[in-house]
């Protein structure tokens, strides 16, 4: 089992940055993926930003070039440094952390007002 803590959430003005934090814990060794994803309301969860155990890192188009994910392995916590932040970037945001299983947090909202 691995359980996800969130942090960072919270409401911005369009054009603010905001960073997210994830810490893993449980059985968190071996080679993994953590990121994040977000979901608005009657729309599907999807992906922001992912990173492996080794570095490398996948963005949706939407955020590139604005949203950063990093991971600190020591911690097994992932980050996702979010500037240039737009009104459709609101959404709940999750921490996801996939080994052989698949794992969500409990979600953090992110509000980016016009």
């Known amino acids: 089992q691995v359980q996800l803590v969130e942090s960072g959430g919270g409401l911005v003005q369009a054009g603010g940055s905001l960073r997210l934090s994830c810490a893993a814990s449980?059985?968190?060794?071996?080679?993994?993926?953590m990121g994040w994803y977000r979901q608005t309301p009657g729309k599907q969860r999807e992906l922001v930003a992912d990173?492996?155990?080794?570095?490398?890192?996948n963005y949706a188009d939407s955020v590139k070039g604005r949203f950063t994910v990093s991971r600190d392995n020591a911690k097994n916590t992932v980050y996702l440094q979010m500037n240039s932040l737009k009104p459709e970037d609101t959404a709940v945001y999750y921490c996801?952390?996939?080994?052989?299983?698949?794992?969500w947090g409990q979600g953090t909202q992110v509000t980016v007002s016009s």
């Open positions: 996801n952390f996939k080994n052989h299983w698949n794992y």
């Open positions: 990173i492996t155990s080794g570095g490398r890192t």
């Open positions: 449980g059985s968190v060794r071996g080679i993994s993926v």
